[in-house]
Each structure stands twice: as structure tokens, then as C-alpha cells.
């Protein structure tokens, strides 16, 4: 489970920070920093917190609002027009810098998931695995993934047919049968397979990041 360890080895404040939506074909990338109240942090939230992927959608909902009343939260976001211009590499990465520039203040410290180097104010370390080491990784990555889901879900009433209130935009079954029968739409990434190329069908959205 996350723990502080690695919060703990940094002096000052620490942020951690996280993004969901690398891997769909439809949406934005979004990024979350959090900035963990200890003092204020239930014991029991404190041993629920998990990498998102691990938690089911009813447990993250309600982490993500409980995380609000004892968290410094900022939440950013990179267009599908910026993924695809620049790629999602680094839309990620952009949307990671917006997110900590959504804070209240600078951290000293911010704690990535992964290994590639947002271009941060303050100093930062990579985690790789991030979300399943450190508490505030791990809460970023909850509210990132609340966050989008919540963003494609509204989408979907926009645009019925793509299964965006179960799939988010991943590339299941019901995507790509929307794709064929009504064609992209402006929400689509034009740099994503299946757009251009074949790809392999994942029909769990449980798996998605």
C-alpha cells in the first residue's frame, strides 16, 4: 500500500502528481497535484488510499471527495488538439505542469509517477510505480481519474454511440463499433490507433487507467 516514506525524505512541502488518460482514443489527459494535509488526514482514508487502477469506481469517488477537506488539490489538463500536435508524451507532461501551477502556492517537492521529468518549479523526483508507493501519488492519481471519467461521462450525453459513460474513451469493443457506424468526432485523437492503425480491443474498463 502507499505510504509517506518517500514524502518524508523530502524537506519541505511535497506535492504528488499523477495523470489518467495516456492511453485512450477519445478526450483530454488529465493531471492532478495533491498536496496531503497529514495532520488533517483521516486514519482510515490514510489506509484506503490506493493506486487508482486497484479501486473500484464507487471507492474513488468517494476518496476524491473526502481528499477535497484535507488536501491542497490542483488539476490540469492537456487538449486533444495538444496531444495531438505535440503527442501525448508530452501533452501529459504539460498537462502535469498545469496542474501543479493550480495549486495555492509552490511546493518544495513534487513526487512523479513514472520516469520522465515534468518542467516544474520546484525540485521533483521521478516514481516509477508511483501510485502504489507514495500517498500522494496515489491520491493524485484518484483525482486525475475522477476527474476525466467524470469529464467523458458529460461527453457522452453529447455524443451517444461511443459508450463514453462506461469506456471513457478507451478502445473497447463498443468505441470502435461507434467509430465505424458514426465516425470520429472533434473529441477524437487523430494521432490514436484504431484512427490510423489496427489496435488490439481491451473490453474491461476496470483495467483503464
Given at each position: 500500500m ?18 489518467a ?28 488510499i490506493?493506486?487508482s ?33 505535440i503527442?501525448i ?42 501510485d ?34 462506461t ?21 477524437h ?21
Amino acid at each position: 500500500m502507499p505510504n509517506l516514506v518517500l514524502e518524508r525524505k523530502c524537506d519541505g512541502v511535497v506535492c504528488g502528481i499523477d495523470e489518467a488518460g495516456r492511453g485512450p482514443l477519445a478526450g483530454p489527459v488529465v493531471a492532478a497535484a495533491v498536496i496531503i494535509d497529514v495532520a488533517r488526514l483521516p486514519r482510515g482514508l490514510r489506509k484506503q488510499i490506493d493506486d487508482s487502477k486497484k479501486l473500484l469506481r464507487e471507492q474513488r469517488e468517494e476518496y476524491a471527495a473526502r481528499l477535497w477537506s484535507c488536501a491542497r488539490i490542483g488539476i490540469g489538463a492537456a487538449s486533444v488538439g495538444e496531444i495531438d500536435r505535440i503527442n501525448i508524451l508530452q501533452a501529459s507532461l504539460l498537462a502535469m505542469r498545469r496542474a501543479l501551477d493550480a495549486l495555492p502556492a509552490v511546493p518544495h517537492w513534487a513526487l512523479v509517477d513514472g520516469n520522465m521529468t515534468p518542467p516544474l518549479p520546484c525540485r521533483t523526483r521521478t516514481v516509477i510505480g508511483g501510485d502504489g508507493l507514495s500517498l500522494s501519488i496515489a491520491a493524485a492519481s484518484i483525482i486525475a481519474k475522477v476527474t476525466r471519467d467524470r469529464l467523458m461521462r458529460a461527453l457522452a450525453r453529447r455524443y451517444p454511440g461511443y459508450g463514453w459513460e462506461t469506456n471513457v474513451g478507451y478502445a473497447t469493443e463498443e468505441h470502435r463499433a461507434g467509430l465505424l457506424a458514426l465516425g470520429p468526432t472533434r473529441h477524437h485523437r487523430m494521432s490514436f490507433a484504431p484512427l490510423q492503425l489496427s489496435i488490439e480491443f481491451d473490453s474491461n474498463p476496470n483495467e483503464f487507467d
